[in-house]
């Protein structure tokens, strides 16, 4: 059974910077996909980035494209976003996320999540 395990959240200040780490314990197929959602209190949930098995490419939500980077190490089994000049609208709590593609069918299911993190951004 596959598990994500998230780490590195917390707070920050604006403009500041985090990197969140997500720990896979178990193994999936090879062409899974990863990537990272995120939702904040009374909005639905929001696509961040993924990234392919390879990793050799991404993609990122309208929000944080150019401010956030999505990468992995198959080697560590772990997914990596990095997080750069946060503003207070990426509050939320941020979902490490695998599945097989499209990452578009993640949120109707078929994709294994990790419990969530909570980032805070404060001015």
């Known amino acids: 059974q596959v598990q994500l395990v998230e780490s590195g959240g917390g707070l920050a200040q604006v403009g500041a910077s985090l990197r969140l780490t997500c720990a896979q314990r178990?193994?999936?197929?090879?062409?899974?996909?990863a990537g990272w959602f995120r939702q904040s209190p009374g909005k639905e949930r929001e696509f961040v980035a993924v990234?392919?098995?390879?990793?050799?490419?991404?993609y990122y939500g309208r929000a944080v494209k150019s401010r956030f980077t999505i990468s992995r190490d198959n080697s560590k089994k772990t997914i990596y976003l990095q997080m750069n000049n946060l503003t207070p609208e990426d509050t939320a709590v941020y979902y490490c996320?695998?599945?097989?593609?499209?990452?578009?069918?993640?949120?109707?299911?078929?994709?294994?999540w990790g419990q969530g993190i909570q980032v805070t951004v404060s001015s």
């Open positions: 178990g193994r999936t197929d090879s062409d899974y996909g």
């Open positions: 990234v392919t098995w390879s990793g050799g490419s991404a």
């Open positions: 996320v695998t599945g097989p593609p499209p990452a578009t069918a993640w949120a109707r299911g078929g994709a294994i």
